[in-house]
């Protein structure tokens, strides 16, 4: 597993994509390789407004 910045990469070898998150455990996408990972992140990103709530953490801020 790798982070980037507030999201998460898993690599398994078993599998033929890399699913990301985001830190807290929200679903940000799905890529067939790991130099695709910028994309999930930037749509969750640009859905959000640039920013994203934790909701989960009891100390829920905005980034």
Do not use: H, K, L
Not at 41 to 56: F, K, S, Y
């Amino acid at each position: 597993m790798d982070r980037y910045s507030d999201y998460c990469a898993v690599f398994d070898t078993g599998r033929e994509t890399v699913p990301v998150f985001a830190a807290f455990g929200q679903w940000a996408g799905e890529v067939d390789n790991s130099d695709a990972i910028a994309t999930p992140i930037d749509i969750r990103e640009r859905v959000n407004g640039g920013r994203w709530m934790a909701a989960t953490s009891p100390t829920a801020r905005e980034v």
